[in-house]
C-alpha cells in the first residue's frame, strides 16, 4: 500500500498521520508495523516520531489494505445523495472557503444525509490534491435553523490561523434577528455562559458559583426597527459577538428578555406570521464577518488575505418576514457595507 503525504502533512509525525488517514487499523498494529520496520518513507524505514515533509512515499505493507485504509488520500466525510448540490460562495482563498449557510441545513449529519460540510467536501475533492490527516470541516458554529456566514478552513494553515484570531477575539461576527418585545435602545450582554448538556440549552452561570463555572460571552445588541403586529411587540436587531459560545446570541437574548421570535427552546412564543419562518423556528442570519487585515498578517499570512468585511445576502423568506412585521423602513434600515469585490 502506498500513500502520498501532501502539503497539509508536511512536518507532522509519521504515527499521527497514519492515525489519521488508517482509522480502522487498530493502533496496536500499527505500532507493531513501525517497530518492525515494515513502513518505508521514500524507500526507508521510519520511525513513528519522524516528522514528515510535503511529497514524501509512504509504503505499507499489502495486508494494511484490508485493514485499515479506507481514508487514505481521499477527503473523509459522509457523503450525501445532494452533497453535489451549487454552495453559495462569498469569498475563497488563504485557506479559506467563506459561505453563505442556507437556513434549515445541518453543518453535520448523518450517513447518507444532505449537510453543508457533504457539500464542502464534495467541491473541495474535486479541485485540491487530499491531505492523509487533515481534514476540511467547519471553523464555527452555526444551527441549523440559522443562516449566512460560515467559514470552512481547505488548508491546515488557513485553519490555524483563523482559529487563533477566534480565540483572541480579534474576529466579529454581526447577526441580524428578529426579537421579540421592544428593545429601546444599545445594549451589552455580558456574562459567564455554561452548556447544560442534560437539556441541550446553555444558561448563564449561577451567581453563587466562580466565575470558572462557565465561558466569558459578549453580546452587543443594536435596535434597528420595532413594531407590534397583532398586539405582539418585535424587534429587528443587529447582534455583535466577540466570542463565540454555543448558542450564545439565543441565550443571551433569552436571559435579557428578548428572546428571538419563535425559538421555543428559549422561551420564544411561535412567530405569528402566514408561511412560517422558513427552514426553522426563528430567523437569525450572519451577516458579517469581520477579519482585520493587520490581524491576519500578524497571524502569520504573508500570501492572500481575505476582505476586511464579507457580507451574506438576506434570504428571501427572511426579508418577506421582515416586510409583514416592520414593513419597507425595516428593510431600509440594513445599510450595505462596501467590501471588497468578490
Not at 124 to 150: V, Y
Not at 289 to 309: M, Y
Amino acid at each position: 500500500m502506498i500513500l502520498t503525504a501532501r502539503e497539509d502533512d508536511a512536518g507532522r509525525r509519521l504515527d499521527r498521520i497514519l492515525r489519521k488517514a488508517l482509522p480502522a487499523l487498530p493502533l496496536s498494529a500499527l505500532h507493531r508495523l513501525l517497530r518492525r520496520g515494515m513502513v518505508l518513507v521514500n524507500g526507508l524505514p521510519a520511525r513513528g516520531d519522524q516528522r514528515i515533509l510535503g511529497g514524501a512515499v509512504i509504503r505499507l505493507p499489502p495486508q494494511v489494505n484490508s485493514a485499515g485504509a479506507k481514508r487514505a488520500n481521499a477527503f473523509p466525510g459522509r457523503s450525501a445523495p445532494n452533497s453535489g448540490e451549487v454552495l453559495e460562495i462569498l469569498w475563497e482563498g488563504a485557506g479559506l472557503l467563506i459561505l453563505n449557510k442556507p437556513a434549515g441545513l445541518a453543518v453535520h449529519g448523518k450517513a447518507g444525509e444532505d449537510t453543508l460540510e457533504g457539500r464542502v467536501r464534495t467541491r473541495l475533492a474535486e479541485r485540491f490534491s487530499p491531505s492523509l490527516s487533515f481534514k476540511p470541516g467547519p471553523l464555527h458554529r452555526l444551527d441549523q435553523p440559522s443562516s449566512g456566514i460560515l467559514v470552512f478552513s481547505s488548508t491546515l494553515d488557513g485553519a490555524r490561523r483563523f482559529s487563533a484570531l477566534l480565540r483572541e477575539e480579534k474576529i466579529r461576527k454581526r447577526y441580524l434577528a428578529i426579537l421579540e418585545g421592544t428593545l429601546k435602545k444599545n445594549e451589552t450582554w455580558e456574562e459567564f455562559l455554561t452548556r447544560d448538556r442534560a437539556v441541550g440549552k446553555t444558561l448563564p452561570a449561577s451567581p453563587s458559583l466562580p466565575p470558572s463555572a462557565g465561558r466569558r460571552a459578549l453580546t452587543r445588541a443594536f435596535p434597528l426597527a420595532a413594531a407590534s403586529p397583532g398586539g405582539r411587540s418585535y424587534t429587528l436587531a443587529r447582534l455583535e459577538i466577540e466570542t463565540g459560545r454555543t448558542h450564545q446570541i439565543r441565550s443571551h437574548a433569552a436571559f435579557h428578555g428578548y428572546p428571538l421570535a419563535g425559538d421555543r427552546k428559549y422561551g420564544g412564543g411561535p412567530l405569528a406570521l402566514d408561511g412560517g419562518t422558513g427552514g426553522g423556528s426563528f430567523f437569525l442570519h450572519a451577516e458579517e464577518l469581520e477579519i482585520p487585515p493587520e490581524e491576519w498578517k500578524a497571524a502569520g499570512d504573508r500570501g492572500s488575505l481575505p476582505p476586511p468585511f464579507v457580507r451574506a445576502p438576506l434570504p428571501e423568506q427572511f426579508r418577506e418576514c421582515i416586510r409583514r412585521i416592520f414593513g419597507d423602513p425595516g428593510l431600509s434600515c440594513i445599510p450595505a457595507r462596501s467590501h471588497q469585490a468578490l
